[in-house]
């Protein structure tokens, strides 16, 4: 089984409800690498949760497909991972509005994505070209007990072009 491809153009949105927050870059860098370090299928759910609206519009590689389909497309790379991590190259943020930078806008990011699979064990690496994210508050995400401290700040959009190369390991 194949992990998801990381070669990519990402649109994200976030949502936030007024407390300090981590800048866009910050947030995108640390919520893609849960993402790819999940090695459970509840870890998998959670960063997925925290990262993405339950609505986002997904687009990879030109098809357009659903939260379900991507979440799947995800956990079936979980069995026989050995590791994985991903290295960031780039990122450049653009703030929906300047007075308040970290509250949404537009991530560009690429990366790299390692995952070791197996006996014998296989390499695959996905490299991402472009992610561009659009970031933006998500009420609906929030807890009825969130406080005012809850970041609720979700991808919306994702729109991915990928690339894989699987090498064995000698």
């Known amino acids: 089984m194949r992990p998801f491809a990381l070669k990519s153009l990402f649109v994200l949105s976030i949502v936030t ?3 300090a927050l981590s800048s866009l870059t910050e947030w995108t860098e640390q ?4 993402l790819v370090v999940a090695n459970t299928t509840a870890q998998l759910q959670t960063a997925i949760d925290s990262f993405i609206s339950p609505n986002v519009a997904l687009e990879l590689n030109g098809a357009n497909i659903t939260l379900a389909a ?5 956990q079936a790379g979980l069995p ?3 590791s994985a991590n991903v290295t960031f190259n780039a990122v450049v943020e653009v703030p ?7 509250a949404a806008g537009w991530v560009g990011i690429f990366f790299v994505t390692n995952f070791v699979y197996g006996n ?3 390499n695959l690496t996905v490299e991402v070209a472009s992610d561009l994210l659009l970031v933006q508050p998500v009420p609906s995400v929030a807890p009825a007990n969130a406080g005012s401290g809850y970041d609720s700040r979700r991808l919306t ?6 690339t894989e190369v699987t090498t064995p390991i000698h």
């Open 17 to 19: 409800l007024g407390h």
């Open 31 to 34: 919520h893609l690498t849960a």
């Open 70 to 74: 991507f979440t799947a497309f995800l």
């Open 80 to 82: 026989n991972r050995v």
């Open 96 to 102: 929906s509005n300047p007075q308040s930078p970290a």
């Open 120 to 122: 014998p064990p296989v």
């Open 157 to 162: 959009v994702i729109q991915r072009v990928s």
